[in-house]
C-alpha cells in the first residue's frame, strides 16, 4: 500500500515537471515569435502609439524672371493647426470645437467629431494667415488650456502677378506638389524636403513634457532662374490679349520669342490666360454663366483646357510661314537662287498629278517671278514646285533636321510633336501641299524654333526655358546649358532667307511688321483650322535685326472672325 502511494506521488511530480517543462517551452517559443518574428511590427505599433510626427513643410523654391530679381513664384510662412484630442482635456472639447469651426470657418459638427475622436493627431486648418493663429493663441491663453493644440509653421505658394506666364509657370495643389507648367516639371527640384516635429507621449498618449519632444528642420527647395524675361512676357500678354479681342479670335492665340543664338524663351503667352492664384476660377464671361449646368467630367475637361499651353500642346497647320523651310532646303540643295528674274511664273495654279491647286491670288496671277518675289507675294506655285523638285526622301530629311518630327525636348510638360504623313505615303499631291504649309500640322514652339535656326546663321539650338538652379542655402548655382544641335543649313542659305524675309516685310505681305529704325523681316501666314471645319489660324512670323538677329517672334491667332477675317496675319 505504501508503496503503491510512493509511486503514485512520483508519478505526479513527474508529469507535473513535464507540464511546467511544456509551458516554459511554450513561453520560449511565443517569446520567440515576439521578439523575431513580431518584432519590428510591435516595434513601430509601439513607436505609432507613443510618439506624435507632425510633417513640417519646406519652403518651396522661388521662381525668379530671366534677370533674377523679379520673383514669378514666391513662397510665404503660414502656419497649420493640428490637435492630439487625447491631450485636451473633456471639459473644453466642446468649447475647442466652437472656436476652432468659428475662426476658421469650419464646419462645427466635423470640427467636434474631429475633438473627440481618439487618434494621435488630426489636421484642423492648413496654411492659413499668422493673424488667424495668433487669434487661437490668445484665445488658448484666456482659457488656460494648454495641451492637445499645436500650431506649426507651414508655407503657401503665392504668385506676385497672377495672370503672367500662367502656362508657363503653373501652380500648386493644397498639398504644395506642383501641378503644371514648370512647377510641375520641376517639382522635384522646387519642394525640398520635409522636416517634422517627433514627441514622445506616455502610453495613453499623453505628452511628456517639451524634454520628449525631437524638431527636424526642413531642407528648402531650389530656386529657379527662367530664360522669361518679365518685360518682354508682359508686353506680348498685353498686344495678344488686344489681337485677340479686335479680331474676335473665338480659340484665343498665342505669342512666342525666342533667342536664336541660346534658345532662350524670353516669352510664352497664350490668351485667354489664368490666374495662378486661382487656378480653378474660370477665365471667361460664357464659361461663367453656364459652369453649374456642366457635369463633373465637363468641369474637369474646360479646366484642362483653360490650363493648356497651346504654344507647345497644340498643333496647326503653320500655312505659308512653311514656305521658309520649303526656300531654305531649295537653295541648300542649290534648286534655285535668290533673285533670277523670270525663273518662275504664276498662272493661278498648278496641276500635280491631276489635282490643280490654286493660288491664293488665282483670280490675278502674279505671273513672272524670282524666288524673293514669290516670297514677298507668298505664291504657292512657286513653292509647290520646288518641293517636287527636292522630292519625298530629300525633303523629309529637311524636316528632321529642322525638328519637326520629333518633339524640341523643352522643360516644360505637356509638350505635342509635328503631326504628318509617313514618307511612304507620301505622293505628288501630298509634297505638293506640305510645301505650301497645308495638310499636316507642327506646334508653334517647333516654328519658332526652326526659324531661329535660320536666324542662327543655320545652327540648330535647343529651347531652354530654365537658365540656373540655384541653391538658396550655400548659393551654388547649377548653369543649365545652352545646346547647340548641329549646323542644319549653311551660313550663306541661312543669310539669303533672312534677305527674302526681310524683303516680304519692306514690299511684300508683312508691311505691317516694319519698325521704324530697326531692320525686321518676317512671313505672314493663313491656314486651315482642320478639315471642313469654316475655321482658320492666321499667324505671323518675326525675326529681327536682320543683319545679326536676337530675337524671333510668332504669333499666332486661333479662328479670328473679325473684320479683317483670316487675311489678318497680314494686318497684325
Request: net charge neutral.
Amino acid at each position: 500500500m505504501y508503496k503503491d502511494s510512493n509511486i503514485s506521488r512520483k508519478k505526479r511530480i513527474r508529469n507535473m515537471l513535464f507540464t511546467i517543462f511544456a509551458i516554459f517551452a511554450c513561453l520560449i517559443v511565443r517569446i520567440g515569435f515576439i521578439q523575431f518574428v513580431q518584432g519590428a511590427n510591435l516595434k513601430e505599433m509601439a513607436y505609432a502609439q507613443q510618439s506624435l510626427d507632425r510633417k513640417i513643410t519646406p519652403k518651396r523654391g522661388t521662381i525668379y524672371d530671366a534677370t533674377g530679381e523679379s520673383q514669378l513664384a514666391v513662397s510665404a510662412t503660414v502656419e497649420t493647426v493640428t490637435i492630439n484630442s487625447v491631450n485636451i482635456p473633456e471639459k473644453d472639447k466642446e468649447k475647442v470645437a466652437k472656436k476652432l469651426s468659428e475662426l476658421f470657418e469650419l464646419d462645427y459638427e466635423k470640427t467636434l467629431k474631429k475633438v473627440k475622436k481618439r487618434s494621435s493627431i488630426e489636421t484642423i486648418a492648413k496654411r492659413v494667415e499668422k493673424e488667424k493663429t495668433d487669434q487661437l493663441r490668445i484665445w488658448l491663453k484666456e482659457n488656460n488650456i494648454t495641451s492637445g493644440i499645436n500650431i506649426d509653421e507651414d508655407t503657401k505658394r503665392y504668385y506676385p502677378y497672377n495672370n503672367l506666364a500662367s502656362h508657363v509657370i503653373g501652380f500648386c495643389g493644397s498639398d504644395n506638389q506642383g501641378l503644371d507648367g514648370i512647377e510641375a516639371k520641376y517639382d522635384e527640384v522646387l519642394q525640398g524636403k520635409n522636416g517634422k516635429i517627433i514627441k514622445v507621449t506616455d502610453a495613453k498618449g499623453g505628452e511628456i513634457g517639451k524634454e520628449g519632444e525631437n524638431y527636424i528642420a526642413p531642407e528648402d527647395g531650389k530656386d529657379l532662374v527662367l530664360s522669361i524675361d518679365m518685360t518682354i512676357q508682359a508686353i506680348a500678354e498685353k498686344y495678344l490679349k488686344e489681337a485677340c479681342i479686335d479680331n474676335v479670335c473665338s480659340d484665343g492665340g498665342n505669342i512666342v520669342v525666342m533667342n536664336p543664338k541660346t534658345g532662350d524663351v524670353l516669352a510664352m503667352a497664350t490668351y485667354p490666360s489664368y490666374n495662378l492664384n486661382a487656378p480653378y476660377e474660370i477665365n471667361t464671361e460664357e464659361l461663367q454663366a453656364n459652369w453649374e449646368n456642366l457635369q463633373q467630367a465637363d468641369k474637369t475637361k474646360e479646366l484642362q483646357q483653360m490650363w493648356r499651353n497651346k504654344a507647345i500642346a497644340d498643333t496647326y497647320e503653320p500655312g505659308s510661314t512653311f514656305k521658309l523651310i520649303t526656300t531654305s532646303a531649295a537653295l541648300e540643295e542649290g534648286i534655285t537662287t535668290t533673285d533670277k528674274e523670270g525663273e518662275f511664273c504664276c498662272t493661278g495654279s498648278i496641276e500635280i498629278a491631276g489635282t490643280r491647286i490654286k493660288c491664293w491670288r488665282y483670280y490675278r496671277p502674279h505671273g513672272s517671278e524670282s524666288l524673293r518675289q514669290a516670297l514677298m507675294n507668298s505664291c504657292n506655285p512657286v513653292f509647290i514646285g520646288l518641293g517636287q523638285k527636292i522630292g519625298v526622301e530629300k525633303y523629309y530629311s529637311y524636316l528632321r533636321k529642322f525638328g519637326f518630327l520629333d518633339k524640341t525636348g523643352i522643360s516644360l510638360p505637356g509638350e505635342a510633336k509635328g503631326i504628318f504623313l509617313t514618307e511612304n505615303k507620301v505622293g505628288p499631291v501630298e509634297l505638293a501641299t506640305i510645301s505650301f504649309g497645308q495638310r499636316f500640322e507642327v506646334t508653334p514652339l517647333q516654328m519658332v524654333t526652326a526659324v531661329s535656326a535660320i536666324a542662327n546663321k543655320g545652327i540648330k539650338v535647343k529651347p531652354r526655358v530654365v537658365k540656373q538652379i540655384i541653391n538658396p542655402k550655400t548659393k551654388e548655382v547649377e548653369e543649365q546649358p545652352v545646346i547647340e544641335e548641329g549646323r542644319i543649313i549653311k551660313e550663306e542659305t541661312a543669310n539669303n532667307v533672312l534677305s527674302m524675309m526681310e524683303s516680304v516685310v519692306a514690299e511684300g505681305t508683312g508691311k505691317n511688321a516694319q519698325v521704324k529704325g530697326f531692320s525686321v523681316g518676317g512671313k505672314t501666314g493663313t491656314s486651315e483650322d482642320g478639315v471642313n471645319t469654316n475655321k482658320y489660324v492666321t499667324s505671323f512670323l518675326g525675326v529681327a535685326p536682320i543683319s545679326d538677329p536676337s530675337v524671333v517672334v510668332l504669333v499666332t491667332l486661333y479662328n479670328p472672325t473679325g473684320e479683317g477675317g483670316h487675311h489678318v496675319g497680314e494686318h497684325l
